[in-house]
């Protein structure tokens, strides 16, 4: 399997293209129904933080979802150059706190990092901030 790219504007219609393109690749792949479901979900939450975070809903943006598969790795690149995102900042959510109180949003990293088996963010200050999201195929 070859790289894969898609290129989108920075609006939230476009996550189900971001979806559709990263689920055919990762069932392609080999990925089980189940495992495709999360890498999706994991993909569309880093697409849902550089649309509403790093791009604040500014549709004139784009971010690129870069697929890069190998042997047994299936690598996911989002590549923005919106607002940068310092992931040390962030604290571990109290999940028992967050449904108590009926929180919504804010658990997108903490999604990423458990549906995933890596989860990396690189920042080029000016240029470019990519998040780097792996998941390895067990057969």
């Known amino acids: 399997m070859k ?5 989108i504007e920075s609006r939230t219609e476009q996550l189900i293209a971001v979806r559709n393109f990263v689920s055919v690749a990762a ?10 479901s999360k890498i999706a979900l994991a993909v569309d939450e880093a697409c849902t933080n550089v649309i509403k975070h790093a791009y604040r ?4 943006k784009r971010l690129k979802v870069t697929i890069k598969p190998a042997r047994t790795r299936f690598e996911v690149l989002i590549a923005d ?7 040390n900042n ?6 028992r706190e ?3 109180n009926f929180k919504q949003g804010g658990l997108g990293v903490y999604l990423m990092k458990t549906l995933m088996d890596e989860v990396e963010y690189h920042m080029t200050p000016g240029k470019k901030n990519e998040v780097r ?3 390895y195929l067990r057969r």
């Open 133 to 135: 999201l792996v998941k």
């Open 90 to 95: 962030l604290q571990t959510p109290d999940m």
């Open 27 to 36: 069932q392609d792949f080999g990925f089980n129904d189940e495992e495709v």
């Open 3 to 7: 790289q894969l790219t898609l290129t």
């Open 57 to 60: 809903f500014d549709a004139t």
């Open 98 to 100: 967050y449904l108590r």
């Open 81 to 87: 150059t919106g607002l940068r995102f310092d992931p």
